[in-house]
């Protein structure tokens, strides 16, 4: 029996007000979900199961892509919407349970479905329960037709009285159409994060993942493309992510017919679920989008977008971020009122609007073996507490922030001398430690409620608006002290869990407080943390010249207004390296600008460029934030990187054009190399262009023709171009 949810059948045709979106024929049932430019058909088949048709660029009345929707039922369909371990396994199953009585196979059949609409867009639901067991799965499928993105996560509900051990719960999983394929995946590892690398995909299986509860090497997203296709603004790309934040695992299936699987969701190694009577499983989102001619440039734009507008918490997603102070380069741990007062003055004469304390200013924490877990200002460094020194900087005109790194805890501390059993630890193993830290168990309900009670004391008591939270080691020893068996296999799942718990608390509580993620750099950089975060902290690297690769890299997947770059003393006189400040500042300005340098340190000549730099950056960082974003050079290929910003509506520009080091041969004068071709401006019209030294109206036809010649000479020579409707 089907079940309707506002929804109507009509003429074979289903979908009220979703007409467009979701549509349904019968004899067999086809259900076809479209998109502005793409579509998905979901297939019943004559064993009752549910298969998987087209994906890909807009159907039509294209005739079914499905292997065996019309199977004969005593073979039964192996190609599943939703695959499953049971009967014939010929796809990567996304689902993996042991009933009570030690049965490991699945028979699911279809149940029926629903339409509706979550959060302003619609969805369908598919039901399937199991023949014998009462057991149900159902998956969602919500749709943002104008990004041609479709969000999948599947909901499993055990209906009966006895427990179902759950060993795999994966968000979903898609079928691309028969072609040869290459996969771009993001992953490098500190300080040279995000780095883009193209593999064909051959038979078999290849799978990203990870079994931390942080990812240095690798962010859970991906593009593929037909095999042998690189340009960036032109050609077909699927892409996709998963909105969870650690224990991660894309899969990358070519099948026997040479079909490409993708499935991904939660990684279950060293993990399972206990499923008790009448519980729900929810999984994490994972998300698939395709771009039929536009490139990964195409792909990156609608990421972007889908960031912006469906991931990142309201209100700060569509605001400007403030220029931001931090201190750390300037003090490490030695940090006190007087010292941090006289940062704060110069960035206030240079611009700088939000200032934050870094590391060292909470009890005992004068160096790294101390401190963590006692979220309390140090009596010595702040007698009267932090909200002097806030005083002081609101005064200045800046609002102010600190770091924290509730995730970790020193064993010198007050609360490991209260409660050594919140540490992760195993009986009779080595409990190790990383930067002289331990891991506090967060998958803990007293843990997570003792973070949510100091974190909400710290905001209540000082006028903080800003809060970094860092995660920088790894796991090692995984117990949990007193836990079952069972629960202890949760551990990984339930960590996630509450940190994302945490953080929705207290952004409840102080809905005006932005939150940086960072996990030794970019670590934490990805769709789960980003529902609960503001921006991240891409890379530990400040370097300028490292940051090109980093930052072109971060673009393909995630928006400027989510990537903070510093301006730090990192580069100058570092590996005989001279790299001018004017370099620095241009590199960190296309995207979030924040200084990190020892201002104390600096040149009178340095601040006065820094004022220059900053003034500049906030009359245009609305399109840098939130513009659309444009690869014009790839660092990678040569010795030159450029990229553009184009405002919403198109009424101005922002071009950052790099050359890292000069060569004769390899890029000539006058030649091609020295051309930036534009895009996205209005089409038959003029725009002055300015580089700070020359400026000219010129038509935007010449510019996303011929475009603008660009003469950098020297090593560390950079140019930014403005660029406005007239």
């Known amino acids: 029996m089907k079940k309707l949810f506002v929804s109507i059948l009509f003429s074979g045709l289903l979908i009220s007000c979703y007409a467009q979106v979701i549509k349904v024929s019968e004899n067999p049932v086809r259900w076809t979900i479209s998109s502005e430019n793409a579509s998905y058909q979901v297939i019943l088949t004559r064993d009752s199961n549910l298969t998987t048709g087209y994906y890909g660029p807009l159907s039509g009345e294209r005739t079914f892509e499905a292997d065996d929707w019309n199977?004969?039922?005593?073979?039964?369909?192996?190609?599943?919407?939703?695959?499953?371990?049971?009967?014939?396994?010929?796809?990567?199953?996304?689902?993996?349970?042991?009933?009570?009585?030690?049965?490991?196979?699945?028979?699911?059949?279809?149940?029926?479905?629903?339409?509706?609409?979550?959060?302003?867009?619609?969805?369908?639901?598919f039901d399937m329960k199991d023949i014998y067991y009462p057991f149900t799965v159902s998956e969602y499928i919500r749709v943002i037709p104008e990004l041609d993105i479709m969000e999948k996560w599947l909901v499993l509900k055990n209906n009966s009285k006895k427990d179902i051990k759950v060993e795999r719960a994966y968000s979903g999983s898609f079928r691309l159409p028969a072609d040869e394929y290459d996969l771009i995946q993001f992953s490098g590892n500190w300080g040279r994060e995000f780095i883009p690398r193209q593999s064909l995909l051959t038979p078999g299986i290849k799978s990203v993942f990870n079994r931390d509860a942080k990812s240095i090497?690798?962010?859970?997203?991906?593009?593929?493309?037909?095999?042998?296709?690189?340009?960036?603004?032109?050609?077909?790309?699927?892409?996709?992510?998963?909105?969870?934040?650690?224990?991660?695992?894309l899969d990358f299936v070519i099948e026997n017919n040479?079909?490409?699987?993708?499935?991904?969701?939660?990684?279950?190694?060293?993990?399972?679920?206990?499923?008790?009577?009448?519980?729900?499983?929810?999984?994490?989102?994972?998300?698939?989008?395709?771009?039929?001619?536009?490139?990964?440039?195409?792909?990156?734009?609608?990421?972007?977008?889908?960031?912006?507008?469906?991931?990142l918490p309201k209100p700060h997603n569509l605001t400007s971020k403030p220029v931001l102070y931090n201190s750390w380069y300037a003090t490490h741990f030695d940090v006190n009122e007087e010292g941090q007062v006289a940062l704060a003055k110069i960035a206030q004469e240079i611009g700088v609007e939000l200032f934050v304390i870094d590391d060292g200013w909470f009890e005992g924490r004068n160096d790294s073996r101390g401190g963590l877990g006692d979220w309390y200002p140090d009596?010595?460094?702040?007698?009267?507490?932090?909200?002097?020194?806030?005083?002081?900087?609101?005064?200045?005109?800046?609002?102010?922030?600190?770091?924290v790194e509730p995730e970790m805890i020193n064993a010198s501390t007050n609360l490991y001398k209260e409660h050594p059993e919140w540490v992760l630890q195993t009986p009779h193993r080595t409990t190790h430690e990383g930067r002289?830290?331990?891991?506090?168990?967060?998958?803990?309900?007293?843990?997570?409620?003792y973070?949510?009670?100091?974190?909400?004391?710290?905001?209540?008591?000082?006028?903080?608006?800003?809060?970094?939270?860092?995660?920088?080691r790894n796991w090692s020893e995984t117990g949990w002290v007193g836990a079952s068996p069972d629960k202890e296999r949760e551990l990984r799942i339930r960590y996630i869990r509450n940190i994302y718990e945490i953080l929705g608390v207290i952004r409840e509580k102080h809905p005006d407080v932005q939150f940086e993620a960072c996990s030794s750099g970019g670590g934490r950089v990805d769709l789960g943390i980003l529902r609960y975060t503001d921006q991240t902290w891409p890379s530990d690297n400040t370097n300028p010249e490292d940051r090109l690769y980093i930052q072109y890299g971060y673009s393909h997947l995630y928006p400027t207004n989510t990537m903070l770059n510093w301006v730090t003393d990192w580069g100058y006189g570092d590996h005989q390296k001279n790299i001018p400040l004017s370099f620095r500042f241009h590199s960190a300005m296309a995207a979030t600008l924040g200084i990190g340098g020892n201002l104390t340190a600096w040149e009178q000549e340095d601040k006065v460029i820094a004022k220059e730099m900053i003034s500049l950056y906030k009359k245009f960082r609305n399109t840098i934030q939130q513009g659309k974003y444009y690869r014009l050079k790839n660092p990678f290929e040569e010795t030159r990187s450029a990229v553009q910003f184009v405002s919403q509506d198109r009424s101005e520009s922002v071009v950052f054009a790099f050359q890292v080091y000069e060569?004769?041969?390899?890029?000539?004068?006058?030649?091609?190399?020295?051309?930036?071709?534009?895009?996205?401006?209005?089409?038959?019209?003029?725009?002055?262009?300015?580089?700070?030294?020359?400026?000219?109206?010129?038509?935007?036809?010449?510019?996303?023709?011929?475009?603008?010649?660009v003469n950098l000479k020297g090593n560390y020579a950079s140019k930014m171009f403005t660029i406005t409707k007239q």
Do not use: C
Not at 76 to 95: A, K, L, N, W
Not at 284 to 303: H, M
């Open 71 to 125: 199977a004969d039922p005593r073979f039964g369909t192996s190609i599943r919407e939703i695959p499953y371990r049971g009967g014939y396994v010929f796809m990567e199953p996304t689902i993996e349970v042991i009933f009570a009585d030690g049965n490991r196979e699945l028979e699911l059949v279809y149940d029926g479905y629903e339409t509706g609409e979550l959060d302003g867009y619609p969805y369908i639901r």
């Open 217 to 249: 090497q690798h962010t859970p997203a991906y593009m593929i493309r037909p095999h042998g296709e690189s340009d960036e603004f032109n050609g077909k790309v699927y892409f996709g992510g998963l909105q969870w934040t650690g224990n991660f695992k």
């Open 258 to 311: 040479e079909r490409l699987q993708v499935a991904g969701g939660i990684n279950y190694w060293d993990s399972h679920w206990i499923l008790n009577k009448d519980e729900e499983f929810i999984t994490p989102k994972i998300i698939s989008g395709v771009v039929e001619d536009g490139g990964t440039n195409g792909a990156s734009q609608l990421l972007h977008q889908y960031v912006r507008n469906h991931i």
């Open 379 to 403: 009596a010595k460094k702040f007698p009267n507490g932090l909200q002097p020194l806030i005083s002081k900087v609101k005064e200045l005109g800046m609002d102010f922030g600190v770091w």
């Open 436 to 449: 002289n830290q331990l891991v506090l168990n967060m998958a803990r309900e007293d843990v997570k409620q």
């Open 451 to 472: 973070t949510i009670e100091w974190l909400d004391k710290l905001l209540s008591e000082n006028d903080i608006k800003f809060i970094k939270w860092d995660m920088n």
């Open 663 to 709: 060569t004769i041969a390899g890029v000539p004068y006058n030649s091609v190399n020295n051309r930036l071709v534009l895009h996205g401006l209005e089409e038959d019209a003029s725009y002055a262009v300015s580089d700070g030294e020359e400026k000219f109206v010129i038509s935007s036809k010449v510019l996303m023709s011929s475009g603008i010649t």
